[in-house]
């Protein structure tokens, strides 16, 4: 069985087994070989994202400067009518060699910020909020949408 995730933007919002729902072409593939159950607690008590999905990108091979020695053969030429030889050398040539990277994904929470903005966003979208530290913990800290709405309305929150 395979596990799979749904993702809104980057917020995880369907966690699931293809033993029980045949996964969506958007649907990303986490676990190529896990149980026949899959269902992870995605979400808060305010329906709140809990987990997102992050693009990351990982060096695997540094960039790199090699100095390559150039062989320049012998070369005439003329200068003011008179034939000048120029005589075989060597020259130092310096030739970046790029990073090598590679793009890996990771499943994280949401930090306090990410879920205090979608707490405003989609509790209480009339209100507009600076979210300053203070304002982030005030939010989370609201056991209910109507605590959170009279944390946020009742106190100077609001811009």
């Known amino acids: 069985m395979k596990h799979y995730i749904r993702i809104e933007n980057t917020n995880i919002i369907k966690g699931f087994s293809d033993a029980f729902e045949q996964p969506l072409e958007t649907d990303i593939c986490i676990n190529e070989e896990g149980g026949r ?3 992870p607690s995605l979400f808060d008590k305010d329906m709140c994202p ?13 960039e790199q400067i090699v100095i390559n020695e150039v062989i320049v053969e012998e070369e005439t030429v003329i200068e003011d009518g008179v034939e000048v030889i120029i005589p075989a050398s060597t020259v130092e040539e310096e030739v970046i060699i790029p990073a090598e990277t590679e793009i890996y994904y990771t499943i994280e929470d949401l930090t306090d910020l990410e879920k205090a903005d979608w707490r405003l966003v989609n509790i209480i979208p009339e209100v507009n909020v600076d979210l300053n530290s203070e304002v982030i913990q005030a ?8 605590e959170l709405k009279n944390e946020i309305i009742s106190n100077i929150y609001v811009v």
């Open 139 to 146: 939010i989370l800290k609201a056991n209910t949408i109507e």
């Open 37 to 39: 159950h899959y269902n």
């Open 50 to 62: 809990k987990l997102k999905y992050v693009e990351n990108i990982r060096v695997i091979k540094e």
